[in-house]
């Protein structure tokens, strides 16, 4: 029985092996940004990847954004706007910045029809959040307005969160949070207008509190500008009963007379 299970999955591997090396002659793997022939199906060609800085090494444990310093054995360390914001989440991780290649693929998934690409860009988010994720409850994405949601035809969050709660096998609970008003775009505005923006544009049905009593959630959502919209929705999930949020993003924005990464708050 033993050896026979061994032929069979022998087998399996060899026709798996065949059919995706068919598949990969018939339709060459590109690159996700730029469409160049790549090695990886799910992967970028090498100027992309130049094109593409990934959020690692010592980052602020608010918001994902680089620090400046080698500060990795220090602990919990917030950047000056994770203070002086008042964010109300716990802590933050970001897969990359918001320029180049990463940027090309929000825009790809967002605006472009693209969500293939939500896979991919949930794995790396998957990975610079994994402390987080080993810890949650649930997952779910920042809400679109329904009215978006008929003009885009997807929510770039949603796709994002729901591979990320694949991937961590963590509970994908999108529908608990909702938009309950449109906004105007974010775009241009400061975190103060953006703060004004959002507030009250978040809620919560009824029969969505009980299942947020008490759990760890963690917040999807593609990009982070100020913050303004991530802690408005968190501040919505905190007093409705969720006992912590945390926030996982694709892409930061990071511009060093923002962030002011020299200004550290141990």
């Known amino acids: ?142 809400p679109l307005h329904w009215t978006r949601l008929l003009k885009r035809r997807l929510n770039q969050s949603a796709e994002l969160s729901r591979a990320i709660a694949r991937l961590s096998a963590v509970p994908h609970m999108p529908g608990l949070l909702v938009r309950t008003r449109a906004t105007e775009s974010q775009r241009g505005r400061s975190f103060a207008e953006r703060k004004s923006n959002v507030a009250g544009a978040f809620g919560m049905p009824a029969k969505s509190k009980q299942q947020i009593k008490g759990q760890r959630v963690t917040l999807v959502d593609d990009v982070m500008t100020t913050g303004a919209t991530l802690n408005t929705a968190a501040g919505v999930l905190l007093e409705n009963g969720a006992q912590s949020v945390d926030v996982i993003v694709f892409a930061t924005v990071y511009r060093g007379e923002e962030t002011h990464s020299d200004n550290l708050i141990f």
Request: net charge positive; hydrophobic share 40%; proline share 5%.
């Open 1 to 142: 029985m033993e050896n026979a299970a061994r032929k069979f999955d022998t087998v399996r591997r060899a026709a798996r092996h065949f059919v995706t090396g068919a598949a990969n002659a018939l339709f060459p793997p590109r690159c996700l940004v730029c469409g160049e022939d790549v090695s990886d199906p799910k992967g970028l060609c090498a100027a992309c990847w130049r094109d593409t800085r990934l959020s690692s090494g010592s980052v602020c444990d608010g918001c994902g954004r680089p620090m400046d310093l080698a500060l990795q054995s220090i602990g919990d360390v917030r950047c000056e706007d994770c203070v002086t914001r008042g964010f109300c989440w716990r802590h933050g991780r970001a897969a990359a910045l918001y320029e180049g290649g990463a940027r090309s693929m929000v825009l790809a998934l967002k605006h472009g029809d693209r969500p293939d690409l939500a896979p991919t860009m949930a794995g790396w988010m998957t990975r610079a959040g994994r402390d987080i994720l080993r810890r949650s409850d649930m997952v779910m994405p920042v």
